[in-house]
């Protein structure tokens, strides 16, 4: 039916039935739902009510601000009482929203930024190399080799000695020169001598400078993947006791070459032995190639890439490698 009714009276004691009450409002749909479950649960008087109205909230009373507060705001206090009033308190709220309005950040700014730094990817950046600069040179002659390289190691605009030498003894006459990342040339050189350590201990002889060549092109090539950041420069006299330098790059492609530079002043020395020692482009008589003056041309080569190169400097040290053993000086560089 439409409606249902909440309660019915019993029948005249006369046996006359006294009519129902007339029918109430419809109910709405959560009351029908909520009589039908209690008719079915069993004849259970259910008398529907209106659900009560929704409790209302006390509005909130703003809380004037201090003096000092306002004060701090850069708005003027608000005054308690005003001419004709009852004496009852002013209502001040909002006295400080100019200022704060002025000095608010920029919420879609940065909301625009945080997206745009979510959207980017996340980058751990992580070098593990550093150049220490630093240059090397040597020369090769009819039965000795000349070998140099500075003293000064580097990192960026700083300098952090003056007395690093790059000079790697690797047997009785065999030398390396190498520059570059300090770490790496220290690592190379240690698994050089363990090696050549091996070696005499199997064979009972020294390692020729060609053999080292060899051993050490077969290093770099077995970190090729990731590689020693080290420029590499042999030199020495081989089994006949002729002067021998050999050149390689990073992963241990060399070659033997009467003369070879490497490191951050390899550039400016390179063409002034082009011209000196091998006499490229000159028709004038070639001068005899001796020990002497082989040094000479270090210290010359080594003057002239320090007035450009801020990485070579302080000192340059010399050794002179012959069958019967080496010999070795100092000579000094600018110091700035």
């Given amino acids: 039916s439409a409606s249902i009714r909440t309660s019915a009276r019993p029948p005249h004691a006369g046996g006359q039935a006294i009519a129902a009450d007339p029918p109430r409002r419809p109910l709405r749909p959560l009351e029908r739902a909520r009589a039908v479950l209690h008719l079915r649960a069993g004849p259970v008087l259910f008398f529907a009510t209106a659900s009560p109205p929704a409790r209302k909230q006390r509005p909130r009373r703003a809380r004037p601000h201090p003096p000092a507060e306002m004060a701090a705001y850069g708005a003027a206090a608000p005054t308690a009482f005003a001419a004709g009033s009852t004496g009852a308190s002013?209502?001040?709220?909002?006295?400080?929203?100019?200022?704060?309005?002025?000095?608010?950040?920029?919420?879609?700014?940065?909301?625009?930024?945080?997206?745009?730094?979510?959207?980017?990817?996340?980058?751990?950046?992580?070098?593990?190399?550093d150049f220490n600069g630093g240059t090397?040179?040597?020369?090769?002659?009819?039965?000795f080799a000349v070998v140099a390289a500075d003293t000064r190691m580097s990192t960026g605009y700083s300098i952090l000695t003056r007395k690093m030498s790059k000079l790697n003894k690797l047997g009785p006459k065999t030398v390396l020169a190498a520059a570059g990342c300090q770490t790496d040339v220290v690592c190379l050189v240690d698994v050089l001598r363990t090696r050549?350590?091996?070696?005499?201990?199997?064979?009972?002889?020294?390692?020729?400078?060609?053999a080292v060549a060899q051993m050490l092109g077969n290093t770099l090539y077995y970190k090729r993947f990731f590689p020693y950041y080290a420029f590499n420069v042999l030199a020495g006299v081989d089994a006949a006791g002729k002067g021998c330098v050999y050149s390689y790059d990073a992963i241990g492609s060399f070659e033997r070459v009467p003369f070879s530079a490497s490191g951050s002043g390899q550039s400016y020395v390179i063409p002034l032995l082009d011209n000196i020692v091998t006499f490229k482009n000159r028709n004038d008589e070639k001068p005899e190639l001796t020990a002497d003056y082989a040094v000479t041309i270090c210290k010359e080569a080594f003057v002239s890439a320090g007035e450009r190169d801020i990485y070579t400097g302080d000192a340059v040290?010399?050794?002179?490698?012959?069958?019967?053993?080496?010999?070795?000086?100092?000579?000094?560089?600018?110091?700035?």
């Avoid at 090397?136 to 039965?143: S, V």
């Avoid at 002179?320 to 110091?335: P, R």
């Fill in 90 to 129: 002013l209502n001040f709220r909002g006295a400080d929203e100019t200022f704060a309005r002025a000095t608010a950040p920029d919420v879609a700014a940065l909301r625009a930024g945080e997206q745009a730094a979510r959207a980017a990817p996340l980058q751990h950046r992580f070098e593990p190399y």
């Fill in 136 to 143: 090397t040179l040597a020369i090769a002659g009819e039965d």
């Fill in 196 to 210: 050549q350590k091996m070696y005499f201990h199997q064979t009972g002889l020294d390692m020729t400078t060609p």
């Fill in 317 to 336: 040290e010399i050794v002179v490698i012959t069958a019967d053993g080496m010999t070795s000086e100092t000579f000094s560089l600018k110091k700035d």
